[in-house]
């Protein structure tokens, strides 16, 4: 009996952030980060992003729900002034997530430094 295998394009991903959300539905690798995943955080240093990632990861996301979010948070004398969501920079859209997430965000003390202004790209994937 013949064995077919697949072709090079078959198997290639063009588009790595697909290929991204691939991986992180299908392997053990989502099971261990859980449903949100701080991937980039402009303006604060290392230890700056371990109190952020900290302080959400015990956030409970609701079932069904995958993309990434794009916020810009205003800082003032170490506290949350506003966080805006950046619906272009942001591939999803549910307005429930994004008000638990803009809460959430509002009740974190950032550590403190010198910046005014920080952007934050989070990965859902729950």
Known sequence: MPV???SAPDVCFADWSKTRDWLLKY???SAM????EVIDVT???AKGVDSLKNHLKNLE????FMGELVFELQV???RIRRV?????ASTLNKKTIIKMIQTALKDWQVPPGDCDLLTLKIHINS
């Open 4 to 6: 077919s295998f697949m």
């Open 76 to 78: 003032k004398k170490e």
């Open 27 to 29: 392997s053990s690798f």
């Open 33 to 36: 980060t859980g449903p949100l």
């Open 43 to 45: 303006g604060l240093d």
């Open 84 to 88: 805006v969501w950046d619906e272009q």
């Open 61 to 64: 996301i609701p079932d069904g």
